[in-house]
């Protein structure tokens, strides 16, 4: 089976990190975002995987162009943004052949059982099966109902509290018979989730949905990528950061440390390649580091990420924010919750921000 990716989008909701670096790529635990999803693919023996790119496009081949993989990587892509229906549209011609295909929005972090997954779409003869999960806030997304054999019944846009009749929503992951496609115009903007699956509701088409158990984070937001990095430090998502343990932190090769490092209080920390960390520096909760940053003497860094090249001034503090590529922050600045900074940013000694 062959496997589709799609990562045409701008990112917007995750800017200014997505300004120099389209989404997909965006280090998670120091490494980029989309090979996690790649490494899911090859554990279950996927042997293809399509990725449908339009932002950036050459960034990818960049960056993927050494995966050393089993996994085979074909890209194509779209001179105009075509939403999720026109991307998997898009890659069609790559398809012939295939009865089934996988789909996967590109900015989800999850551990879907793809066999599990695959036996439920084939067991209900399905047309299109919808991976879903349940979340505890169900206003804050579209919902989707579905009866007690898996078939979808009902669409909900954001619906208020009043109106909730399920928790599940689409996980952003789905299989599709590839005759289906032929519905999807070609060349021209189409959604998925608000054109293609509300018509073949309407058509009463064998429509399934399948509750994937286990983690799921939608990393679109500043928000949600910080939050993706504190759960897997935390072990509340099921992947392992990479680095050699020394108790509670995580070193990269060439990490230096300077006197005085206390333990991190109540979490772990990552520290990228070639990171340096000055004299009495202090990390609280869970923090990753990424390559090549110097954090100065008696900073303070609790449940943050800094991307690499990144350097932090003598006494600064950084709680709950997230800092692009090759910033520079300055003695004593301040940076609190909800902060974001763009790639390049600078920031004077003593400033105060979030």
Known sequence: ???VILIGGLGTRLRP???????????VL???FLLYQLEMLSRHGVQEAILCTSYRPEAFRKALGGLGSSLRLSFVNEKIPLG??????NAEGLLRGERTVLALNGDVLNALDLPAFLRFHRQNQAQVTIALTRVKDPTLYGLVRADESGRIRKFLEKPSWDEIETNTINAGAYLFETRVLGLIPPGSPYSLERSLFPQLLQNQARLFGYVAAGYWIDIGTVESYL??????L???APFKPEGRRRRSLLLARGVRLGRELGEPQGGRVLLGPKTEVGDFARFSGNVCVGPGCRIG???SLEDCVVLGGT???EGARLKRCVVGRGCRIGVQASLEAQTALAGGSRVGAYSRLG
């Open 227 to 232: 939050q993706a990095h504190l759960d897997i």
């Open 84 to 89: 999720t229906g026109g991307g998997l549209k």
């Open 311 to 313: 350097a932090i001034g």
């Open 17 to 27: 990190l997505t300004l120099d670096t389209p989404k997909p790529l965006l280090p």
């Open 234 to 236: 935390s072990g509340r």
């Open 1 to 3: 089976m062959k496997a």
């Open 30 to 32: 120091n490494k980029p």
């Open 297 to 299: 003497r008696g900073a």
